[in-house]
């Protein structure tokens, strides 16, 4: 079983509509996740991080974590074309573990 | 203020040959983690280093070493090639005192082994 697990997708959306992004991780002791961007031939950028159930927004992006279901989500709200990119689920416990990424398309 | 930098850019080595990535960390920082990622996959932690030390280390070879000198840069070598170490290579840094939050990827080394 994979440590961290995302759909690979690719999830395509539509410009202006709310992107659903998940993963579920296996590591009952993890602390914090992480929600990365990376665009194609680029390194990750972090783009939210959250360690308590619930939700955390910054702009766009609305990051929920329920650690009973050991589920972590990314919500990206008005999807614009430059969000186009594979998007990372990261998890802290004694070291960083990364899912595979789901690649998001938004079509204009 | 310069962030993580890396060199090389791109490196094409043989298999059974043996290599070694350099990485500069972002200003302030002082603790370095190294991570393969193949393609189609997601980072996959290697070790970490401060104070010259490793301190942590993924699942990963002894052909795997690393390095890192009072300046707080580090290095990775790679001996004994194999294909499958084709990979792009992330220094990633942070200062000790903050989270995995403060973390900043460099642009990567992109290695092909033939």
């Known amino acids: 079983q994979k440590e961290v697990e995302q759909n690979s997708g690719p999830l395509s959306v539509p410009e202006g509509a709310i992107a659903s992004l998940n993963c579920t991780y296996s590591?009952?002791?993890?602390?914090?996740f992480f929600w990365y961007r990376q665009y194609s031939g680029k390194s990750p950028e972090l783009i939210m991080f959250i360690y308590s159930n619930g939700d955390k927004e910054d702009g766009r992006f609305t990051a929920q974590l329920n650690k009973a279901s050991q589920y972590v989500s990314l919500l990206i709200r008005d999807s614009q074309p430059s969000d186009s990119a594979t998007y990372l689920c990261?998890?802290?416990?004694?070291?960083?573990?990364f899912g595979a990424g789901t690649r998001l398309t938004v079509k204009p | 203020d310069a962030g993580v930098t890396q060199s090389p850019t791109h490196l094409i080595k043989t298999r059974g040959q043996q290599v070694t990535l350099r990485c500069s960390p972002k200003?302030?920082?002082?603790?370095v983690s190294w991570y393969q990622q193949a393609l189609g996959q997601g980072p996959q932690f290697i070790f970490q280093?401060?104070?010259?030390?490793?301190?942590q280390r993924g699942n990963f070879p002894d052909r795997f070493s690393g390095h890192q000198f009072p300046n707080y840069s580090s290095e990775l070598n790679v001996n004994a090639l194999l294909l499958g170490d084709s990979a792009l290579y992330l220094c990633?840094?942070?200062?000790?005192?903050?989270?995995?939050?403060?973390?900043?990827f460099g642009p990567g080394t992109r290695l092909t082994v033939t």
């Open positions: 990261a998890v802290n416990y004694n070291d960083m573990r």
């Open positions: 990633a840094s942070r200062p000790l005192a903050g989270g995995p939050s403060e973390q900043y």
């Open positions: 280093y401060y104070e010259e030390e490793e301190r």
């Open positions: 200003s302030g920082h002082d603790t």
């Open positions: 590591d009952r002791g993890s602390q914090s």
